[in-house]
């Protein structure tokens, strides 16, 4: 029995770097409510070695005192049915603990998911900063969020909520000399559209987090990205670290210069551009690209990466589709 608990708490500190989501102490089964269900999942947890519903340890640490116990289970049933005292927030309503310990909450079904603000070390040393949504618990499929020249993390609107929302782990970041994150370092910032040395580094720092051991599913990570983060997106797909990518408004000759080597061995990706914006790469693009594969033509359009999502709405719905079909979710 304490070999089994051993363990599970090996898988859950495993997971101890990600950042925590909000919760509901004491409801250790996450469906929304103190009840007797929760005091017998600690329980279970303790003595027969069933992995908590709700993923989240710090929600069953009822008392807050640190630890789960026995004594959080009495904790619970004290309140419930001998007047107890009344669990320490976040109790009334989904939040995050306040008392500092080593109990890692990396997902919580039955809070809205949040972003949570986290910092990628690149291969290079340098700071990036993004944030984080757990649409899933450890596990779950994962999404790279990459944005495009000028822009940041904060380019998507709500789209990284409705990737959460489908129970996929999110990350989006800010690529070097943009946002938060460090400056570019190998000159004039236009540089960084064609240096391998540059964003195709940031990106692994993503890749390599999202992969780590107790984060998504190592097997289906997804790209989706714009402009020199569509080349990004394809570069993924090259060099295998995706297995899926949504590419909005990719131009051949910088993905060549950011992988620095032909675009090919690609597979599972979705391309759009603008009619009038440098179709024809998304189209010769697409025809180099194994099964699943799609390419869409905006008629008449001049829309570029991310002006692509917001002018047309439906995108939106078509990578998600597109995504959990080339993921397999
Ligand atoms: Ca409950
Ligand atoms: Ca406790
Ligand atoms: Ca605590």
């Not at 649409?135 to 779950?140: A, D, I, K, V």
């Not at 690609?266 to 024809?280: K, P, Q, R, S, T």
Request: contains cysteine.
């Amino acid at each position: 029995m304490r070999l089994i608990t051993a363990a599970l708490w090996a898988f859950f500190c495993s997971s101890a770097a990600l950042p925590a989501a909000p919760f509901l102490r004491g409801d250790a089964d996450a469906n929304r409510s103190l009840e007797i269900t929760d005091a017998i999942q600690v329980l279970a947890f303790l003595f027969v070695g069933e992995p908590l519903a709700s993923g989240c340890l710090d929600a069953a640490d009822a008392d807050d005192n640190g630890h789960v116990q026995l004594t959080d289970a009495v904790y619970i049933l004290g309140y419930l049915f001998r007047g107890g005292p009344t669990p320490p927030e976040p109790f009334e309503g989904c939040g995050d603990d306040d008392t500092l310990d080593d109990l890692p909450c990396p997902y919580f079904k039955a809070c809205k998911i949040e972003r949570e603000g986290l910092i990628l070390t690149t291969p290079d040393d340098l700071k990036l900063s993004g944030y984080y949504l757990a649409g899933g618990p450890p596990g779950s499929p994962g999404v790279i969020l990459v944005h495009q020249y000028l822009q940041d993390d904060q380019q998507w609107g709500d789209f990284p909520e409705e990737l959460a929302a489908q129970g996929w782990i999110v990350l989006a970041f800010s690529l070097r000399g943009h946002g938060e994150s460090d400056p570019y370092t190998g000159g004039d910032l236009s540089k960084i559209l064609t240096d391998p040395r540059g964003a195709p580094v940031d990106l692994e720092a993503a890749v390599t987090f999202l992969t780590g051991e107790g984060v998504a599913d190592t097997n289906r990570v997804a790209v989706v990205g714009t402009s020199i983060g569509a080349n990004l997106a394809v570069l993924a797909s090259i060099r295998k670290w995706a297995r899926a990518a949504a590419a909005l408004s990719p131009r051949t000759s910088a993905i060549e210069a950011l992988a620095a080597t032909k675009a090919q061995g690609m597979a599972g990706i979705a391309y759009y551009a603008g009619e009038l914006d440098n179709a024809g790469d998304a189209k010769s693009l697409e025809e180099a690209t194994a099964d699943p594969s799609t390419v869409t033509i905006l008629s008449a359009s001049s829309d570029h990466g991310i002006a692509i999502l917001r002018n047309r709405p439906e995108t939106r719905g078509e990578i998600v589709e597109f995504l959990r079909s080339a993921l397999g979710s």
